[in-house]
């Protein structure tokens, strides 16, 4: 019990302490990764989409306690009971197989790759020319203070000749 507590506090406090410090990519596809379990996990953790994806229910234990009994353990069904006189569903086992062919799961697996692809082509150039602005834009400044600096130099060594030049002038 210990140790699960400390998967369930610790480890995402440590990911978020060591994503932090990662680059833009990796915390994007942290947070997107993230959110893709959370989302598939509420999907099926719910009885309609488990019964819509052909899943066995969940099995939680009961409040109440049985009757001791002289045998040890326990045991759990995970599964959908159903008699045995009861001729089985093959139009659903048929529709059920059409889902899980190499074909399906492939373009499946394809247009998720294909919109992951479109988001983070889109995201990745976005930042990156946000950052190539700041650094130009720090660039400009850079450059321009300098030249103002430079000028004020200049200025100085103008003003500093001039002033040499008449009193030549006047020593002549």
Same mark, same amino acid.
């Given at each position: 019990m210990k140790l699960r507590s400390l998967f369930v506090y610790a480890l995402p406090v440590l990911g978020t302490a060591i994503a932090i410090f990662a680059p833009a990519t990796v915390q994007i596809s942290y947070v997107t990764s993230t959110l893709l379990v959370l989302l598939t996990s509420q999907i099926l953790r719910n009885a309609t989409a488990r019964r819509k994806l052909g899943l066995a229910p969940i099995v939680r234990p009961n409040d109440t306690a049985a009757a001791p009994t002289p045998y040890r353990g326990t045991i759990t069904v995970a599964g959908r009971v159903r008699a045995e006189n009861k001729p089985h569903n093959v139009v659903a086992n048929l529709s059920m197989l059409e889902k899980l062919k190499p074909k399906n799961i492939r373009t499946q697996y394809?247009?998720?790759? +294909?919109?992951?692809?479109?988001? =983070?082509?889109?995201?990745?150039?976005?930042? #990156?020319?946000?950052?190539?602005? $700041?650094?130009?834009?720090?660039?400009?400044?850079?450059?321009?203070?300098?030249? +103002?600096?430079?000028?004020?130099? =200049?200025?100085?060594?103008?003003?500093?000749? #001039?002033?040499?030049?008449?009193? $030549?002038?006047?020593?002549r």
């Amino acid at each position: 019990m210990k140790l699960r507590s400390l998967f369930v506090y610790a480890l995402p406090v440590l990911g978020t302490a060591i994503a932090i410090f990662a680059p833009a990519t990796v915390q994007i596809s942290y947070v997107t990764s993230t959110l893709l379990v959370l989302l598939t996990s509420q999907i099926l953790r719910n009885a309609t989409a488990r019964r819509k994806l052909g899943l066995a229910p969940i099995v939680r234990p009961n409040d109440t306690a049985a009757a001791p009994t002289p045998y040890r353990g326990t045991i759990t069904v995970a599964g959908r009971v159903r008699a045995e006189n009861k001729p089985h569903n093959v139009v659903a086992n048929l529709s059920m197989l059409e889902k899980l062919k190499p074909k399906n799961i492939r373009t499946q697996y394809d247009d998720l790759v +294909k919109s992951t692809t479109d988001f =983070v082509g889109g995201v990745i150039p976005q930042a #990156y020319k946000q950052v190539q602005f $700041k650094k130009d834009k720090k660039a400009k400044e850079q450059v321009s203070a300098h030249e +103002k600096m430079r000028r004020r130099q =200049v200025d100085a060594q103008r003003a500093t000749f #001039y002033e040499s030049q008449k009193a $030549k002038r006047k020593q002549r």
